[in-house]
């Protein structure tokens, strides 16, 4: 019988451990770093020694939270400087990143480097915009992206992204598509001889797909979003029917 303590003692371990990473995931994603350890502690269902015998500080935990993003934002960089064609994998790594900052509010913070706890992260910044200089510089001699952009204008486009966070979580990963197709259309280079995507013949304009004559790929569908407020008639959005104090449609 005591043969079999020391495997238990280490199978109910692995057990919380787990737990806690299982919790840390959820608490960060939803309020971002600030999230106290005990807020954690609790979501996990174990108590604060627990935690700290596991983690004893909270950017240990944070390192371990986000270990299978970290390598998945590895990849996206890898992806992105492998293809062959340099706005294509610029188009890529900006839609990705933007994705896998929608997941999770936590990691967002964390690559951003919103939070000393978080330094561990600044390695995976820095490639992220290694990789996006080169791309940017092979995708503007190719005249694909526009020749005022520089690579401030992506960290500036994911500070921006972050409010997307504050998107109901069932609309959250639609807003992020959209608002990165809009920011990548807004970072394309369009000759002055762009021919409109209706007047693109065939399979192209039945696609979308007409990037080499200028046209614009179709935008990701538009999240249903609510205002979390009550809105007069006066506010309805275009195209809107005017709605009542009770939500009857008004004339």
């Known amino acids: 019988m005591t043969g079999r303590l020391p495997h238990l003692v280490r199978s ?18 939803e309020e971002g770093l600030v999230a106290p350890m005990r807020e954690v502690a609790r979501h996990a269902g174990v108590g604060p020694a627990t935690l700290y015998r596991h983690f004893p500080t909270k950017r240990a935990l944070i390192t371990e939270t986000f270990a299978e993003q970290r390598r998945t934002c590895h990849t996206i960089v890898r992806d992105a400087l492998a293809d062959s064609d340099p706005w294509r994998g ?4 900006v839609e990705q990143i933007c994705e896998l900052h929608a997941h999770s509010r936590g990691f967002a913070d964390a690559f951003m480097t919103a939070f000393p706890e978080a330094m561990d992260f600044y ?32 960290l500036l486009m994911l500070m921006a992204h972050r409010g997307v966070q504050d ?18 259309e807004a970072f394309r280079a369009v000759p002055e001889n762009a021919v409109p995507e209706s007047a693109v013949p065939g399979d192209a304009a039945r696609e979308g797909a007409a990037p080499e004559t200028g046209a614009s790929p179709p935008l990701p569908p538009a999240p249903r979003l609510r205002f979390a407020y009550p809105r007069s008639t006066a506010d309805s959005l275009p195209g809107e029917p005017n709605r009542g104090p009770s939500g009857e449609t008004c004339p």
């Open 90 to 93: 610029f188009r890529h790594l």
């Open 12 to 29: 109910d371990a692995r057990d919380n451990r787990a737990r806690i990473l299982d919790a840390a995931r959820a608490v960060f994603a």
């Open 123 to 154: 390695a995976d910044r820095e490639r992220a915009v290694r990789a996006v200089a080169e791309l940017a510089h092979r995708a503007q001699k190719a005249g694909r992206l526009r020749p005022g952009f520089v690579v401030d204008d992506l």
């Open 167 to 184: 998107v109901p979580r069932a609309a959250r990963l639609a807003a992020s598509r959209r608002f990165a197709a809009y920011l990548i």
